[in-house]
């Protein structure tokens, strides 16, 4: 692994990674608690606060919007992705290659992967090929690793969680994206398991404002590097104000409560 290959999308250490693929994965139901979101326009807008490392964006929104923000938003480009159409055991065709990412200017390329999956082994290696190419262009590389699929009995059991933090050790990710296994010491243990990989906690499905932040707090406090969050954001009717309060969380430490409070005087 290339020391500090993730530079450009973490801030001290750390990665606020505001993620919007999710028109393809879930499709126009997510945007329907905040319709304004459907435009990728206001999530990039979104990006531009200062609590934000990287947008996560699919090709498409990448090509139509980052050319007016590519000063103001560093680019996580993922690579594949399937729509919530498809019904098979769990896949994720490659929609973009890492070199094309580069020439789209991208900071770094994202990549799904589904360990477990009777796919699991074409993923893994069209995994290398686009790791070893973003290598070649200097951008870093995240994984999302998600278990699922015949193989998994239980995608969020803390040994589950754990060896999906390994993967991204063993198959070379900067950063890998885990779901949050239901304590801290259970993300401590999956942290210690990813080594020099940095792990970052994946935002899931809405939640009230101060479970979500006491949730992000404890994963901080058992050695995360942040999250990668997308509904417990845009779907929000203000998502400025849980963006305030979730960088005092994550690059201060901040009391979750505290964080809240003065993100909700400050709006």
């Not at 750390?14 to 999710?22: F, G, P, R, T």
């Not at 938003?73 to 993922?78: G, R």
């Not at 055991?89 to 990412?101: L, M, Q, R």
């Not at 580069?102 to 994202?110: F, K, M």
């Amino acid at each position: 692994m290339l020391p500090h290959a993730a530079d450009d999308i973490s801030r001290d250490g750390k990665s606020l990674i505001l993620a919007y693929d999710h028109g393809l994965e879930h499709g126009p139901v997510d945007f329907e608690p905040n319709p304004a979101t459907a435009d990728p326009e206001r999530l990039f807008e979104l990006a531009t606060h200062d609590a934000v490392t990287a947008l996560a964006v699919q090709k498409g929104v990448a090509e139509a919007y980052y050319p007016d923000y590519e000063d103001d938003v560093n680019l996580l480009l993922k690579l594949n992705g399937t729509s919530n159409l498809w019904m098979g055991e769990p896949d994720s065709p490659v929609n973009c290659s890492a070199e094309y990412a580069a020439g789209l200017g991208a900071d770094a390329v994202g990549f799904t992967l589904y360990g477990g999956s009777n796919h699991e082994v074409e993923m893994a290696e069209e995994f290398r090929k686009a790791q070893e190419t973003a290598r070649e262009h200097g951008m870093g590389v995240v994984m999302w690793s998600y278990p699922r699929g015949q193989g998994v009995k239980n995608d969020t059991s803390p040994d589950t969680i754990s060896y999906a933090a390994r993967l991204g050790l063993e198959l070379g990710a900067d950063l890998v994206k885990v779901k949050y296994p239901g304590s801290a010491e259970a993300m401590g243990e999956a942290v210690r398991m990813a080594g020099p990989t940095d792990v970052v906690m994946s935002g899931g499905t809405m939640r009230d404002d101060v479970a979500f932040l006491r949730t992000v707090s404890d994963a901080i406090d058992a050695g995360a590097r942040g999250l990668a969050v997308g509904r417990n954001v845009f779907q929000r009717d203000h998502p400025e104000r849980i963006l305030d309060a979730l960088e005092a969380v994550v690059f201060e430490e901040a009391d979750p409560e505290a964080a809240l409070a003065t993100a909700e005087r400050a709006d």
